[in-house]
């Protein structure tokens, strides 16, 4: 009778753990694609940059007038901006998302919390050297300060993020004074919202998928571990 059961248990969780893996590529493939949206504002912005920079004309010239240093040389510039564009795409992401991939590191969030537990701390007594007492402060939050550093690089890369996508995507016409106005003024109408949820989306929709896929992950772990007793 048991076995009977634990035979149907484990063919509804095999059931289950197909559909958690068919969720899971997909969501991949989807994050996939809402990266290669996510790099074009980089890549436009690169590519705008380069275009206002001057070179030298006589270079230039020189690198046109060589039968296939040219073609090269065209080819890469044509492509340069992508793969700048990538580059800095990769950086921020990674910053961005760092503090989440280290919340999911139960091993490394075990030791910071028994670092923190177990670790000596020095009293802050008010006749303290300023610089003491800064010193007793940074040496009592030592082993929450890679979270907290993580956390505070993401909040500052964020901001940069946006800048660049409102570059790409304006929320209106007229820059920032434009914009704080319409704000100040409740004009919403003035407001570009399809650049808007395009900021949005470039901004979060890597972060969101990540989240999913570690949920998903969890999942798939979990219902192994349950079936497989």
């Known amino acids: 009778m048991s076995s009977g059961f634990k035979s149907q248990n484990q063919n509804q969780g095999s059931g289950t753990r197909v559909l958690v893996k068919i969720l899971y590529w997909t969501t991949v493939i989807v994050g996939l694609w809402f990266a290669f949206l996510n790099l074009q504002p980089y890549a436009e912005a690169v590519k705008a940059v380069m275009a206002n920079a001057t070179g030298d004309a006589a270079l230039i010239k020189l690198i046109a007038a060589i039968p296939i240093i040219n073609g090269i040389a065209a080819t890469i510039g044509t492509a340069l901006h992508w793969i700048v564009g990538l580059l800095i795409w990769l950086v921020i992401q990674t910053v961005e998302v760092f503090p989440i991939i280290l919340k999911r590191d139960r091993a490394f969030m075990k030791v910071l919390i028994d670092e923190a537990q177990s670790s000596q701390k020095f009293a802050i007594r008010q006749n303290d050297d300023p610089a003491l007492a800064a010193l007793k402060r940074w040496y009592n939050n030592f082993p929450t300060l890679t979270m907290t550093s993580a956390r505070n690089l993401a909040l500052f890369v964020y901001a940069i993020d946006f800048l660049i996508c409102t570059i790409v995507y304006p929320p209106c016409q007229g820059g920032f004074g434009q914009l704080m106005f319409i704000l100040m003024s409740g004009q919403w109408s003035q407001l570009d919202w399809g650049n808007i949820a395009l900021l949005v989306i470039t901004l979060f929709a890597i972060e969101t998928i990540i989240r ?15 079936h497989s007793r």
Do not use: E
């Open 212 to 226: 999913f896929l570690f949920w998903l992950g969890q999942i798939a772990y979990f219902m192994k571990s349950a």
